[in-house]
């Protein structure tokens, strides 16, 4: 892993943690921050296929990232914009 991929993987760590925060719920905050502290832990124990260089294999995985703390952004909101609704929150 070079140093720019490195930047990458630290701030995409932060940027998911921090945006699990917006979470409605403190199930679904911690949901979120365990599966991430658990996707970094297999990411740097998983084994990279031989045809990939390793720079190849962290760049997909950064992708990867990338695309789901867009998908955190969006069901936070929507969760957030939810829970306004009193009769909604009372079930939770």
Known sequence: ???????????????????????PTKSRVLFVRDRLKLAYREAIEKSIAE??????????????????????KVQSEHLAELFKDERVHARF
């Open 1 to 23: 892993m070079n140093a720019s991929q490195r930047s990458r993987a630290i701030t995409l760590y932060r940027q998911i943690y921090r945006q699990a925060a917006k979470f």
């Open 51 to 72: 045809e990939e260089t390793i720079e190849e294999h962290v760049e997909k995985r950064l992708q990867l990232g990338e695309l789901q703390l867009e998908t955190i």
